[in-house]
Structure formats: structure tokens, C-alpha cells
């Protein structure tokens, strides 16, 4: 498949989630989308570090993404978009661009990439989009034999077919990449491809091109009444659960990753959390470990429209259920070790009102993305702790973007927290990050209105 067709107009994030639950704040949604704001790490650096250790042939204004994705593709003559908003039984896989700026030299991006004013004029648009193997309907196809259903051969063979062409393409990829780790983005509501491709490539951008880039798409609802839109989400995202863990196991698998980092904004942070909760128990139930089965480094979970209850029953993966893995055990992390194993992060803000939909829809009052700092019980807390692994860093500070949802991107000071956290692997006690800990998992900035 090969899309070269113009984007719609289009809105992100989910900014027209909370505009039309509160009617009266919506005056228009952006028509455009421009690079974000520089993080202040970059506008303060000198001499400059961002590109020094871009490859060469990565030097070039166009940011070279691999998708994943269940949207079913967009067939007709009108189509815009090479995936749309409607459920595909089967995984597809392919490459895609995001071009940044008109007319940009490589030397003009750099320059204004530095600049805390200059970016919103380096516009993002999409370009050559080609599917590049797809795996077979789900549920696979079976045969009876006998007694026996078991899975039909040709179902089998298709699946390796596929997974073979993604590791052929996985395997490329890595060779190019300086670090040989991989960064996954999974969106949330109101969302489509194009949005998914945007922010995944500025935050690759701002990562330094170092890594392999990839997002998850799935078929969120992007269009018609902000309500039904919601509803048909969620069950989309339920839908997508068993596609992106296998995604995450495929690539988790894949001979050569040195380490996967997961970023999930929003719903996805929700589909996320399912989808590793399923994956924990698949991999107790083989006898492995499962932070040594897989390379997660990073789970980051950006304004996640979760309920707290239902977040700390997924962290406790396991554990609660002896009947389901009788000699439940992991590994504790200690702190000299946490910066090179696994960290589940959560950015969240209380001023984040795009939220307030989701809060209202299910009756809960206690949304993970909109956690404060005195939010989170001392019981919880201590708990998260003993872990070694978890924490939570609040913005309390103005809205930097319309309902304070997007605040990863729009803010540069959290931005920038981002960037060290996932290029540099700090810890949220070095001095390098402007956190100030406030509970034994619990973060605030310490300067709250530092963006430019």
C-alpha cells in the first residue's frame, strides 16, 4: 500500500474530548499541526549535544517512522488517510514518513530545533505510507481432524510469513539505529494515523534520532458525537488489547533489541496497562521471569485516562491470584539498578481537563492522568515503593496547550523531564531533572512556570 494523497484538516489529542463534554469552551479545533516546542534541556545546552550523534544518513528534515496497527485501511477514491477509524481483523505493518517543514535543509531544522520560538513555524505533514505485511484474520482459521480442531497450517504459515517480513524490516531498522532499542508510542482517543505519526515522530525528533521510532494504531474514534465517539472507544481499545500484546511480544522477542520503551498517551495508557497485565501472566504461566523475558526499560504513561483502582490491580500483576501462579515472584529492583532495568513512569496534572469526559462518563472520581501530589494514599504509595520501579511525577503549573492534556509535548519543561528520562536515563533524583520528591514515589517540578 502506498499513500501520497493530502491530510484533512484534523484535531489532536484529546482536546475535542473535553471541549464538547464542556460545550461552552470549544471555540475551533487546530487545523494545523507544527513541531512542539523546543524542551528547555536544548534551548540551554552549549555547546549543542542534540544531533552530535545522528548518523549521517538520519540527517534530513523527513523522520522515517514503523507503524503497527489494527485501523482497517482506507480503500475509496476519496480516502485521505491511508488507515481510517474502522476495526481490521487482522495486524498489519508497514513504514511511513512525517516531513518536517517546507523546503527545510537538514542545518535550517537543527537551528530552529534550538529555538524556543521557532518550532511552531516547522509544520509536520505526512508522506509515503507503504504496508509492508499483514498478518491473517483473527481468529485464525482452524481445520478438524478427527477428534482435534487444531489451527489450520495455511493460518500458520501466514503468521510466520508475517512475523518474518516485520523481523526483516525490525532487523534493518536496528542496524541503522545508534542505540539498537526501540521507541513505541500508543495514542489515545481522537486520534488518527496521521496525529499517531505526528507525535511520534517529534518526540523521535527531540530523542535525538537515535532510536528505532515506531507507533501503535488503533482504531480510535476521531470523528461525530464526542459521547458515542468515547463509548466506541473504549471498546476499541479492548478490541486492540490482544493485538498490542502481541506486538510488544514480537518486538520484545525480536534477537537484537536492547531495549524497548513504551510510551502511551491517554486511553492508550489504559490499553496499555491491560495489555502488560496479560502479557506479566502469559509469561508467569511459561515459567519465566518477565522483566528477563522482555527488554522494557520504560513504561511511560502520559495524562492516562485510567481509574486508580483499576491501575494498581494491573501493577499487581500476579500477585493477588495463588491459584493462577503459585510461587509468584520478581526480582526487586534496587536503586543503583533501576536506571538500567525496568521504570513505570506516569506524567499526570490535576489542571488536566480533557479528562473531566472520562471522569464523568464512568463515575470516577480518581483519574491516574489527573493525580495531584497529595492524591496518591501513603498505603499506595509505600506499597509502589517496595518495588523499586514505579514513580509519579505531577505538573501543577499553567496549561501550556487548550485542556492541559497534551502538556508531554506542549510543555518544554516537561519535555525536557521526558528527554532525560528516556535519552539520558536519569533518575528522578538527579540534578540534572527539576523534580523535588514529595512522597516515596511522588514528584513535583520544582519551578512550575519555567516554559518559554
Known amino acids: 500500500m502506498q499513500h501520497r494523497r493530502p491530510l484533512p484538516r484534523i484535531c489532536v489529542g484529546g482536546i475535542r474530548l473535553a471541549a464538547c463534554a464542556a460545550a461552552t469552551l470549544l471555540a475551533g479545533c487546530a487545523t494545523e499541526r507544527s513541531l512542539m516546542p523546543t524542551p528547555l534541556l ?10 552530535q550523534d545522528v548518523p549521517p544518513e538520519r540527517r534530513r528534515p523527513a523522520v522515517d517512522l514503523l507503524y503497527i ?10 480516502a485521505v488517510l491511508p488507515y481510517g477509524q474502522e476495526r481490521s481483523r487482522s495486524l498489519a505493518f508497514g513504514s511511513t514518513t512525517v516531513q518536517m517543514g517546507d523546503n527545510l535543509n537538514w542545518m535550517e531544522l537543527e537551528q530552529q530545533s534550538h529555538s524556543p520560538q521557532q518550532t511552531k513555524r516547522i509544520k509536520l505533514r505526512l508522506g509515503e505510507t507503504t504496508e509492508l505485511g499483514r498478518f491473517p484474520n483473527e481468529p485464525y482459521a482452524v481445520v478438524v481432524d478427527g477428534p482435534v480442531i487444531r ?9 510466520r510469513a508475517a512475523k518474518d517480513a516485520l523481523y526483516r524490516e525490525l532487523a534493518e531498522r536496528l542496524e541503522r539505529s545508534p542505540s539498537r532499542e526501540v521507541i513505541l508510542y500508543i495514542h489515545g482517543f481522537n486520534e488518527t494515523f496521521a496525529s499517531a505519526a505526528y507525535t511520534t515522530a517529534e518526540l523521535c525528533h527531540f530523542l535525538g534520532r537515535e532510536d528505532v521510532c515506531a507507533f501503535f494504531t488503533w482504531p480510535a474514534s476521531a470523528s461525530g458525537n464526542p459521547l458515542i465517539s468515547y463509548t466506541a472507544t473504549t471498546e476499541s481499545a479492548a478490541f486492540a488489547l490482544n493485538h498490542l500484546k502481541k506486538a510488544l511480544r514480537m518486538i520484545g522477542e525480536m534477537p537484537g533489541v536492547k531495549g524497548v520503551h513504551v510510551l502511551a498517551h491517554s ?11 496479560a502479557l506479566g501472566n502469559e509469561y508467569q504461566l511459561r515459567g519465566e521471569a518477565f522483566f528477563s523475558a522482555l527488554p522494557l526499560r520504560n ?13 494498581a490491580q494491573r501493577i499487581g500483576v500476579g500477585l493477588s491470584d495463588p491459584d493462577l501462579v503459585p510461587d509468584w515472584s520478581v526480582r526487586r529492583s534496587r536503586d543503583a539498578e533501576a536506571d538500567r532495568g525496568f521504570r513505570l513512569t506516569t506524567y499526570a496534572s490535576p489542571k488536566d481537563r480533557a479528562l473531566l469526559l472520562s471522569r464523568l462518563l464512568f463515575r470516577s472520581d480518581r483519574r ?28 501543577e503549573g499553567k496549561r501550556t496547550d487548550a485542556f492541559g492534556h497534551a502538556f508531554f509535548t506542549s510543555n518544554p519543561l516537561v519535555s525536557s523531564d521526558l528527554v532525560q528520562l528516556l535519552r539520558f536515563g536519569k533518575h528522578p533524583d538527579d540534578a540534572d531533572r527539576p523534580l523535588r520528591r514529595v512522597g516515596p514515589v511522588t514528584w513535583v517540578f520544582d519551578d512550575q512556570d519555567v516554559p518559554r
Open 299 to 311: 513504561v511511560v504513561l502520559l495524562s492516562p485516562d485510567l481509574d486508580s483502582d483499576i491501575a
Open 151 to 159: 489451527r489450520a497450517p495455511t493460518a500458520t504459515q501466514a503468521h
Open 69 to 78: 496497527t489494527d485501523r482497517a485501511p482506507e480503500t475509496g477514491s476519496d
Open 42 to 51: 536544548y534551548q540551554d545546552l552549549s555547546p549543542r549535544i542534540f544531533f
Open 368 to 395: 491516574v492522568g489527573r493525580a495531584g501530589a497529595k492524591d496518591m494514599s501513603e498505603e499506595m504509595q509505600d506499597y509502589l515503593a517496595k518495588w523499586g520501579r514505579f514513580d509519579l511525577i505531577v505538573y
Open 267 to 277: 486511553r492508550g495508557g489504559g490499553l496499555t496497562m491491560d495489555a502488560l497485565s
